[in-house]
C-alpha cells in the first residue's frame, strides 16, 4: 500500500518521470537529454561518478532549478512545488539551523511541508528517540556531533511521511554502522510505501538497496532499468581452476580468459556450461574447482559506463 | 496563494522567533538609547562649556549713578529679546589710569572681557574685540540712547490669544512633516540595511536547498521580509511608548502641546506606520534582492555603503514634498515608488484628504509585490542557477 496523502489526489504513474532533460551552465551542459521513470515504492539509484550530472538531475527533478530543455513529472505534478508536500529532500551538502534544537530543526523541515508545527515536534521526538538521540531532543543543532547533525536532517527529510524521498549522497561521511542504520531506514521506508530515490557513487550500496538504476555518465543516461537487467548485460564469468597447466583443454576456453592466481577468469562461453564442461573434461583439464558467478552491478558498470566513469568511481569509493 | 502564504508563514515565524529570541535582540530595542544616552552626555559637557566660556561681558568703568542708568536701559532690552541674547554688563570702579585699567581688564579670562566701557553715557568710548555695526555694538549704542531718555510709561497694547493663526499652523505642520519624515528616513536605514544580509544564514548553512525545495522561492523572499517587518515593528512599538511617556514626562503639555498634523493625531500616526511598513518593504524587497546576490558577510558589507547612499538620495527626493506636496517635485516624489511612502508621511502632516494615501497605499502595495517577484525570479536565476543562462542574444543567435 502506497503512501497516499488525503488532500493528494490519487496518481498510479511513476513516481518521477523525466524526458529528454537538459541543463546548461553557460558553455557547459551538465546534463544532457536524461529520460527516466521510477516506479511508485521502489528504491531507486542513480550511480556515477563526481560531476556525472547526479546533483543536477535531482535537483531539477524536485524543482530547484529549471531545466534548459526537456520536462519532468514528479508525483503526477508537471511542477515538482506542487508536489512538495509529498516530498522529502535531503542535499549533498547537508545544513540545518545551528541554534535551532534538534527536535525543532526536524519539525520546522516538516512545517516547510505542510506538516502543522505541534505534529512536527511530536513526530521529532519520537524519531529521534527511535534512533537513539531522544535525550539530544532539546539541544541546539550546533551541539550535536557531525554524525548526529546528518541523522537528524536525514529524519527531517521523512517527519512528514513523504510519498517520495530524495536523498542526495546520502551515505558520503557516515560511519559503517551509520551507512547499515541508513540501509536499513531506506528499506523500510520503501515497505512503509515510500518511493526512494538516491544518487551515489558507492555501487555496494546501489547493488544492496535497489531495484532499478539509472548509470549517468557526462550528463547521459548510459544504462536505466532494473539491477539484475544491468547484470543481464554480462555473460557469467567462470572461475576454474586445473590440475593440469596444459593440454587439449586449452582450446575450449575463450582467447580473452585471464589468469588471476592460479584460476583461470572468463565470460562463459554462448554454448552454456554443459558444453564447456564436457569440453574440459574430455580435453584432461583435471577439474580441481569451476564455479560460474553472476557478474556484480561493479562489473556492469564497467561494461556500460566505460573503464574511464569506473575508474572514477573507484577512486571516490576508494577516497569514500 | 494560500499555499504560497501559508509557506511564507513558516519561514517568516522562524525568522521572528530566532531574531526576537535572540540575546541580540535586548541590544536592538536599547539601541536608541545610545544616541540619547551620547546627547545627554555630550549636552551636559557642551552646556557646561557654554556656560563657562560662552557669553563675555561689557566691562563698564563709568561712574556708579551712570552704570545704574545703562543697567536699568540694559534691562528694558532684556525683557524685550530675552536674557540670554541681551548683553552682559560687569561693573569696574574708574580707576585713576584708565589705559592701565583697560589693558588689565581686556587681558582678565575671570572674568572673560570682550570690550571695555568708559567716559560717560552721553560720550562713551568702546574698546575691544569689536568693530562698528557689531549685534554687540548696536546693542550697547541702543542701551546707552534709552538711558539718555528719561524712562516713559509703557503704552497700552491688548492682547488676544488665539490658539493658532494661519502662519503658525502651516510652519507647525511642515516641521512635523519634516520630522515625520526625518523619523521614517532614520529608522528605515537602521532597520532596512538588516534585511541585506538576511540570506547570508541559509547560503552559509547550506539550509537554502531544503528550502528552496520546498516552499517557492517568493515565499522565502516574503517570509524573510515580513519577518524583519514584525520585529521592527515591536522594537517601534517599544520606542515610540517609551517616546510618548517621555513626551508626557518631561514635556510641558505632554504630546498634546505638539502642533498636532493636518489629518490629526490618530490617523497621522496610523499612517506614519502604515508607510513605515510600506517603506520598510520597498526598500528592504529592494535590498533583500540586492543581498541575495551576495555570498559571503563581506560581500554584504562592501554593499553596505552604496545602498546608504542610494537611500540618502531618496531621501533627499523625499523631502522636495515637504511644503509643497501638491507641486510637480512634490507629485513626483510620491509617484516614485521608493520616495513614496516619504513623500506621503510629509503629505499626511499638511493636507488633511485621506484619498490620496489610500491610493499610494495600493500603489505601495503594487510594488512591494512587484520586486518581491522580480527578486525572487533573480536569485532562481543566478544563485540557484536556474532557467537559462545564456544571454538572450545568444539564444536568439542560436
Given at each position: 500500500m502506497l503512501r497516499q496523502a488525503q488532500h493528494e489526489r490519487i496518481y498510479d504513474g511513476p513516481a518521477v518521470e523525466a524526458i529528454d532533460l537538459v541543463k546548461d551552465f553557460g558553455e557547459t551542459r551538465a546534463v544532457d537529454g536524461v529520460s527516466l521513470a521510477v516506479p511508485a515504492g521502489s528504491i531507486y539509484g542513480l550511480l556515477g561518478p563526481n560531476g556525472a550530472g547526479k546533483t543536477t538531475t535531482l535537483r531539477i527533478?524536485?524543482?530547484?532549478?529549471?531545466?534548459?530543455?526537456?520536462?519532468r513529472r514528479v508525483l503526477g505534478y508537471d511542477r515538482p512545488i506542487e508536489a512538495a508536500h509529498s516530498v522529502g529532500y535531503l542535499p549533498e551538502e547537508r545544513g540545518l539551523y545551528p541554534a535551532m534544537t534538534a527536535r525543532d530543526g526536524i519539525a520546522f523541515v516538516g512545517a516547510l511541508r505542510g506538516l502543522p508545527l505541534a505534529e512536527g515536534r511530536r513526530r521529532a521526538d519520537q524519531l529521534l528517540a527511535q534512533h537513539?538521540?531522544?535525550?539530544?531532543?532539546?539541544?541546539?543543532?550546533?551541539?550535536?556531533?557531525?554524525?548526529m547533525a546528518q541523522t537528524v536532517q536525514l529524519l527531517s527529510t521523512m517527519v512528514h511521511h513523504p510519498r517520495l524521498i530524495v536523498l542526495d549522497e546520502p551515505f558520503s561521511g557516515l560511519d559503517a554502522i551509520n551507512q547499515a542504520r541508513l540501509e536499513e531506514l531506506i528499506r523500510n521506508e520503501a515497505k512503509a510505501g515510500a518511493t526512494i530515490i538516491f544518487s551515489t557513487h558507492v555501487i555496494a550500496h546501489a547493488e544492496r538497496l535497489c531495484e532499478r538504476i539509472a548509470i549517468i555518465a557526462q550528463g547521459k543516461v548510459a544504462f536505466e532499468g532494473a539491477v539484475d537487467e544491468a547484470r543481464g548485460r554480462l555473460r557469467p564469468i567462470v572461475r576454474l581452476r586445473t590440475r593440469n597447466e596444459d593440454g587439449p583443454w586449452r582450446s575450449s576456453i575463450p582467447a580473452s580468459a585471464r589468469r588471476e592466481g592460479a584460476e583461470w577468469v572468463f565470460e562463459l562461453p554462448k554454448g552454456g556450461p554443459e558444453p564447456l564442461l564436457k569440453a574440459l573434461i574430455d580435453g584432461g583439464a583435471g577439474i580441481e574447482t569451476l564455479a560460474i558467478e553472476r557478474p556484480g552491478l561493479h562489473d556492469a558498470f564497467v561494461a556500460i559506463a566505460g573503464d574511464a566513469a569506473a575508474a572514477a568511481m573507484g577512486a571516490v569509493e576508494q577516497a569514500a | 496563494m494560500m499555499r504560497l502564504l501559508r509557506s511564507a508563514f513558516v519561514i517568516g515565524r522562524r525568522d521572528f522567533t530566532a531574531t526576537v529570541l535572540s540575546k541580540t535582540f535586548i541590544f536592538f530595542l536599547l539601541g536608541p538609547l545610545f544616541p540619547l544616552l551620547l546627547g545627554g552626555v555630550f549636552g551636559t559637557i557642551g552646556a557646561r562649556v557654554a556656560i563657562e566660556a560662552d557669553r563675555p561681558a561689557i566691562a563698564v568703568t563709568l561712574q556708579p549713578n551712570e552704570f545704574a542708568q545703562i543697567s536699568a536701559a540694559r534691562q528694558r532690552l532684556a525683557d524685550a529679546i530675552g536674557e540670554k541674547r541681551a548683553v552682559q554688563l560687569k561693573y569696574f570702579a574708574p580707576e585713576a589710569d584708565l589705559a592701565a585699567q583697560q589693558k588689565r581688564l581686556l587681558a582678565s579670562s575671570s572674568p572673560p572681557i570682550q570690550a571695555v566701557l568708559s567716559g560717560r553715557v552721553g560720550d562713551a568710548h568702546l574698546a575691544?574685540?569689536?568693530?562698528?555695526?557689531?549685534?554687540?555694538?548696536?546693542?550697547?549704542?541702543?542701551?546707552?540712547?534709552?538711558?539718555?531718555?528719561?524712562?516713559?510709561p509703557v503704552p497700552q497694547l491688548d492682547v488676544t490669544s488665539t490658539p493658532k493663526s494661519s502662519g503658525s499652523t502651516a510652519k507647525d505642520r511642515a516641521l512635523t512633516a519634516q520630522l515625520g519624515q526625518m523619523i521614517l528616513f532614520f529608522i528605515t536605514i537602521l532597520l532596512s540595511g538588516m534585511v541585506l544580509s538576511q540570506l547570508i544564514e541559509e547560503k552559509s548553512n547550506k539550509i537554502i536547498e531544503v528550502i528552496a525545495a520546498a516552499v517557492p522561492i517568493d515565499a522565502l523572499f516574503i517570509g524573510k521580509l515580513f519577518a524583519m517587518l514584525a520585529a521592527s515593528v515591536l522594537g517601534i512599538l517599544v520606542w515610540v511608548s517609551a517616546g510618548a511617556l517621555l513626551v508626557n514626562v518631561f514635556a510641558a503639555g505632554g504630546i498634546a502641546g505638539?502642533?498636532?498634523?493636518?489629518?490629526?493625531?490618530?490617523?497621522?500616526?496610523?499612517?506614519?506606520?502604515?508607510?513605515?511598513?510600506?517603506?520598510?518593504l520597498l526598500l528592504g524587497a529592494a535590498f533583500l534582492t540586492i543581498g541575495a546576490q551576495a555570498a559571503t558577510?563581506?560581500?554584504?558589507?562592501?554593499?553596505?555603503?552604496?545602498?546608504?547612499?542610494?537611500?540618502?538620495?531618496?531621501?533627499?527626493?523625499?523631502?522636495?514634498?515637504?511644503?509643497?506636496?501638491?507641486?510637480?517635485?512634490?507629485?513626483?516624489?510620491?509617484?516614485f515608488?521608493?520616495?513614496?511612502?516619504?513623500?506621503?508621511?510629509?503629505?499626511?502632516?499638511?493636507r488633511p484628504e485621506v484619498w490620496p494615501h489610500v491610493a499610494a497605499l495600493l500603489w505601495q502595495?503594487?510594488?512591494?509585490?512587484?520586486?518581491?517577484?522580480?527578486?525572487?525570479?533573480?536569485?532562481?536565476?543566478?544563485?540557484?542557477k536556474s532557467g537559462p543562462q545564456r544571454k538572450w542574444w545568444r539564444r536568439a543567435r542560436a
Open positions: 527533478l524536485l524543482g530547484i532549478i529549471d531545466p534548459s530543455a526537456g520536462s537513539g538521540l531522544g535525550e539530544w531532543a532539546k539541544k541546539p543543532i550546533r551541539t550535536l556531533s557531525k554524525g | 575691544g574685540d569689536v568693530s562698528p555695526g557689531d549685534p554687540t555694538v548696536s546693542q550697547l549704542q541702543l542701551i546707552l540712547r534709552s538711558a539718555l531718555v528719561p524712562e516713559m505638539l502642533p498636532p498634523p493636518a489629518l490629526g493625531w490618530p490617523a497621522f500616526m496610523a499612517l506614519a506606520m502604515l508607510y513605515f511598513a510600506m517603506n520598510y558577510v563581506r560581500e554584504v558589507q562592501t554593499l553596505s555603503m552604496p545602498i546608504t547612499f542610494a537611500q540618502v538620495l531618496i531621501f533627499g527626493l523625499a523631502t522636495v514634498a515637504v511644503g509643497a506636496p501638491d507641486s510637480a517635485e512634490g507629485l513626483a516624489a510620491a509617484i515608488p521608493l520616495s513614496s511612502p516619504m513623500a506621503m508621511v510629509a503629505r499626511a502632516a499638511e502595495t503594487l510594488w512591494v509585490a512587484l520586486i518581491l517577484h522580480w527578486g525572487a525570479k533573480l536569485f532562481r536565476k543566478t544563485v540557484l
